[in-house]
């Protein structure tokens, strides 16, 4: 009997399930993986049949008249003989027409020419008639019928094919896959199939037998624990009595036992529960109701509650009902736990952090409580943390988990691991991310809430910008003083960095300091004495840890209770190398500064001091203003990489970059300019520096270099010839100064030192007119680089003229726009017929991608559209957003092309600091390697959508 029901529940439903199984594989899964690759297979040809017919139509555009529509058929028929694919390169495309006659077959050239209307396959099938009928019919389809192998005549199998029409020439144009190549990889998956269903069984049949014997075995234990019930029982009811919490056993919706905790809680006796007194029973009959609740762990139910005592007072509770089984009955054991005396300590708590918050609002400091567990969330914040974090309200900051605020994983594993475990973390240093992407140095502590019970149910938080405590940071004052400030800014005069603080006296009360400090934006206050000189000073800190943590009355505690005395001074005509050594010295984070006429002191501190880094744009263009020689603009331009790599960590887009790297190049040829006039003497007319190309555009990278040019204005009286000689010198100097500071000579010559671009006014526009008028394509390339120039130096007036001549000057030009958009479209993305990118190889290099190529390929459409259509931006971003403001551009193709530009971008420069990183010259080569799939599938999308775009440009310039 006991077999008989092993067998039932265990046997029999694993046999059954083994066997359908195996019937879902065989009836469902092989035949529909077998019409899924059919269903590809047949969109494959279908999609490479349009390819060739595509070729057809290209070329038949082409064609104007009889003779050039022959032609055109003669190089269809060459192109599409030549075009193959397959694993094997053997797959091919074959032409009839509709009489129907063999054009061309690449494996078949004897039957070209033959008629086919009588041609049958093995088995008597006329099918070449068949495919006439279908493409006159339908234009397009599928048939199916039996063919040579490949390019083995001797080797006859089944084959698909799809066909399509070209009907202005009555050509049908086909190709097809082999039917046995699909039968071939169903008979692997079938092999594999039956292999994986017998691996199966195997493990199925091990798992029955180990459920077999553990079912004996339970059977064996059950036994024992029976016979272990009785002590059991009597062991437990004496456990439930001694328990701290209340317990309530019902079965079948009847009470059957209360443990004296809770008839002590509810004021009853032992002897009324024993009686059921009706005023007991309706105290307890709610919990035999009990629905509305929370899953618990093991499918526990818990409830929050209230219960009336016998003395018809409410009290507090939280209910946990469990389910069991005994003797055949379904009943609930229900644990009572008091929690009155918790909610009167909670609110207590509350009214407490309120007063804190109210404190911290004061101080400047985020006070907050978050939840305990892995996904802890905020529960209360004051003022200042949404604020610390870039929120704009509560609201927002209380949606976000706490980990989603650390950027680095040990620290947010630290952090985490604080609030689940209940365990205090002291003045933390860490990095947290604000609502803005950007991050906040800040110190944290934590401090575990527990209730009444001694259960951790809240984790408290202090939150402190880190820069004020940075003085206390021992890793910061361990550094050497050259790798904390610059060399420039410690040999700067203290009174640059003076600030100016509020006083008050010495009576004045904390919270007043506080106010004062909020008010005027100040990090500290200074303590007059009885001589109305500063005799001290006080902190936001110093109001924190030494009032507010030894809970110190802030509104009657005076500062000179907690005021940090003597002060330490310094004269503002020393240098911040002084201050800086005070500091260290007497480990604090503000120097008072006096000053020689004895008037308001002022003071210095050591987070003005950090924040004057050497790594932002600003500093670098100030120290290129200030520097004295071309040489030593040639060293500050090596923090340029450092400086983008920066930018790029703090999630500037590429275009950013590019427009900071020329607002540094800007800076250095105007540095340069300046000094070569003082070397060449004052120019004798007007003249403009112009950028031209990406320094025009402004879209440097980190691998450029000159593109430039000079127009000057000549009066009626000047000496010509002198004076283009003064400014091919002058040209020559800059160019040469450019090129020691880190600009190398331009390969192509397009310089100011180069006669063809120093030039007067005249003499440019008669160029431009002969550019327009007469246009080499060989001198395209100089051209569009031109047209992208942009003054740097010099009248800007003259800039504006020549760009309004431009603009007059191109209307109704479509010969030179015909040649312009000829060279742009012949700036091809590196893509093949079958969409994958094509790489170029070398001796140095066995793949890589010339990043740069497909950029001039974007420019350059931009370019001409913007000069088409008298668009004065130069920047591409700028031309894209102004064709689109103009419905040049429909919404989804500068939307494309925006994200586009910016990948590439981004692309180009994360290469260029690898290749720093590396020790290399940074360029336009990206090794294949080193892009990701995610890279490949961009490029291909870019490069397709680039490809289209020049597709349409042909069009519409008529370009064959």
Same mark, same amino acid.
């Given at each position: ?160 094919s799809y066909v399509k029409l070209y009907e202005p020439w009555g050509w049908i144009v086909g190709t097809g896959i082999y039917v046995q190549d699909v039968q071939r990889e169903i008979t692997t998956i079938t092999r594999q199939v039956v292999w994986i269903s017998f691996f199966i069984t195997i493990i199925i049949a091990t798992i029955i037998g180990y459920l077999a014997r553990r079912n004996f075995l339970a059977e064996q234990l059950r036994q024992k624990a029976q016979a272990k019930q009785k002590d059991t029982t009597e062991k437990y009811k004496k456990l439930v009595e001694a328990s701290t919490d209340g317990v309530l056993m019902a079965i079948n919706g009847e009470i059957i036992y209360c443990n004296p905790y809770l008839l002590n809680l509810l004021g009853f006796t032992q002897e009324e529960a024993d ?164 991050? #906040?140095? $800040?110190? &944290?502590? /934590?401090? +575990? %809430? =527990? *209730? ?6 809240? !984790? ?24 904390? #400030?610059? $060399?420039? &800014?410690? /040999?700067? +005069? %203290? =009174? *640059? ?6 006083? !008050? ?456």
């Amino acid at each position: 009997m006991k077999h008989t029901g092993f067998f039932n529940r265990i046997l029999l439903p694993s046999l059954i399930a083994i066997l359908l199984f195996l019937a879902a594989i065989y009836i469902y899964v092989i035949p529909g993986y077998r019409e899924s690759l059919m269903d590809k297979k047949r969109e494959t040809i279908r999609e490479l049949t349009n390819t060739a017919w595509s070729v057809m139509h290209r070329l038949d555009e082409t064609a104007s008249d009889s003779l050039q529509v022959l032609l055109a058929q003669e190089e269809a028929r060459k192109i599409i003989r030549g075009m193959r694919y397959g694993d094997q390169n053997k797959d091919y495309f074959w032409i009839t027409d509709t009489t129907p006659t063999m054009i061309m077959h690449p494996y078949r050239p004897a039957m070209e020419g033959m008629i086919l209307s009588d041609y049958e396959d093995q088995e008597g099938k006329k099918f070449f008639v068949e495919i006439a009928t279908l493409a006159k019919k339908a234009g397009n389809g599928y048939i199916d019928y039996k063919w040579q192998w490949k390019d083995d005549s001797l080797i006859v199998v089944p084959k698909l094919s799809y066909v399509k029409l070209y009907e202005p020439w009555g050509w049908i144009v086909g190709t097809g896959i082999y039917v046995q190549d699909v039968q071939r990889e169903i008979t692997t998956i079938t092999r594999q199939v039956v292999w994986i269903s017998f691996f199966i069984t195997i493990i199925i049949a091990t798992i029955i037998g180990y459920l077999a014997r553990r079912n004996f075995l339970a059977e064996q234990l059950r036994q024992k624990a029976q016979a272990k019930q009785k002590d059991t029982t009597e062991k437990y009811k004496k456990l439930v009595e001694a328990s701290t919490d209340g317990v309530l056993m019902a079965i079948n919706g009847e009470i059957i036992y209360c443990n004296p905790y809770l008839l002590n809680l509810l004021g009853f006796t032992q002897e009324e529960a024993d009686e059921q007194d009706e005023q007991f029973l309706n105290s307890l009959n709610c919990l035999l109701n009990l629905k509305s609740s929370a899953r618990g762990e093991g499918g526990e139910i818990v409830k929050e509650h209230k219960i009336r005592k016998k003395n018809k007072l409410m009290v507090d509770v939280i209910i946990t009902r469990s389910e069991f089984e005994m003797a055949g009955k379904n009943g609930y054991i229900y644990t009572i736990k008091d929690v009155s005396r918790h909610r009167d300590v909670e609110r207590e708590m509350d009214l407490n952090m309120d007063k804190f918050k109210s404190i911290a609002d004061i101080m400047q400091i985020g006070v907050f409580r978050c939840t305990i567990g892995r996904r802890s969330r905020f529960v209360e914040v004051n003022k200042k943390t949404p604020e610390m974090l870039g929120y704009t309200s509560e609201v927002d900051i209380k949606n976000l988990l706490v980990q989603e605020l650390f950027v680095d994983r040990p620290e947010k594993k630290e952090v985490i691991r604080a609030i689940s475990e209940g365990t205090f973390l002291r003045e933390k240093l860490l990095r947290i991310k604000r609502a803005d992407g950007s991050i #906040l140095p $800040a110190i &944290v502590s /934590l401090f +575990p %809430v =527990k *209730d009444v019970h001694d259960k951790v149910v809240y !984790c408290d938080g202090i939150l402190i910008d880190a820069y004020e405590h940075l003085s206390r940071d021992a890793g910061f004052k361990q550094k050497p003083v050259e790798q904390q #400030l610059s $060399a420039n &800014v410690l /040999l700067q +005069p %203290v =009174k *640059d960095f003076i600030k100016t603080p509020p006083l !008050c006296e010495m009576s004045t009360s904390l919270e007043v300091a506080a106010r004062l400090m909020t008010m005027r934006n100040s990090d500290i206050v200074l303590i007059k004495g009885d001589n109305q000189e500063a005799v001290g000073l006080i902190t936001h800190s110093d109001i924190s840890r030494r009032a507010v943590a030894k809970n110190l009355d802030i509104t009657a505690t005076p500062v000179s209770q907690i005021m940090s005395a003597p002060i330490i001074c310094v004269s503002d005509q020393e240098m911040v190398m002084d201050a800086f050594a005070l500091m260290m010295q007497h480990k604090v984070s503000y120097v008072v500064i006096k000053t020689t006429d004895k008037s308001c002191p002022g003071y210095i501190s050591l987070l003005a001091l950090s924040e004057l880094k050497t790594d932002t744009p600003e500093y670098l263009i100030n120290s290129i203003q200030k520097s004295g020689s071309v040489q030593e603009i040639a060293v500050l331009m090596q923090q340029l990489p450092l400086l983008v790599a920066r930018l790029a960590e703090t999630g500037a887009g590429a275009a950013t970059s590019g427009k900071v790297i020329s607002r540094v190049s800007d800076t250095i040829t105007e540095k340069i300019i300046q000094q070569a006039i003082k070397e060449a003497g004052e120019p004798p007319v007007p003249f403009v520096f112009l950028a031209l190309g990406s320094e025009g555009r402004r879209e440097q990278s980190l691998a450029t270099d000159q593109d430039n040019a000079i127009v000057y204005l000549p009066q009626d009286n000047n000496d010509l010839p002198s004076v283009k000689k003064y400014f091919l010198q002058l040209g020559e100097k800059i160019c040469t100064h450019l090129d020691v500071a880190g600009y190398p000579f331009c390969a192509g010559n397009v310089m100011a030192m180069n006669p063809q671009w120093c030039q007067s006014l005249s003499a440019v526009k008669k160029q431009i007119s002969q550019w327009i008028d007469t246009p080499n394509p060989k001198e395209l390339l100089h051209v569009g680089m031109f047209f992208d120039f942009r003054p740097v130096y010099g009248d800007f007036e003259i800039a504006n003229i020549l760009q309004r001549y431009c603009i007059s000057e191109f209307r109704d030009k479509n010969k030179f726009f015909y040649n312009l958009a000829q060279n742009t479209i012949a700036l091809k993305p590196p893509l093949n017929v079958m969409g994958q990118i094509t790489f170029e190889s070398d001796e140095t290099q066995p793949e890589y991608l010339d990043i740069k190529k497909p950029l001039m390929a974007l420019t350059g459409i931009m370019r001409l559209w913007a000069l088409k259509y008298g668009i004065s931006e130069r920047n591409t971003m700028e031309r894209l957003s102004a064709l689109r403001a103009a419905d040049i551009l429909p919404q989804s193709t500068a939307e494309e092309f925006n994200q586009a530009l910016r990948y590439l971008m981004l692309l180009r420069i994360r290469n260029q600091l690898h290749s720093l990183d590396a020790g290399n010259t940074p360029g336009n080569i990206i090794p294949a390697q080193n892009l990701s799939e995610l890279d490949r599938t961009m490029l291909k999308k870019i490069f397709s959508a680039i490809a289209a775009h020049q597709s349409r440009m042909a069009t519409e310039f008529r370009i064959v």
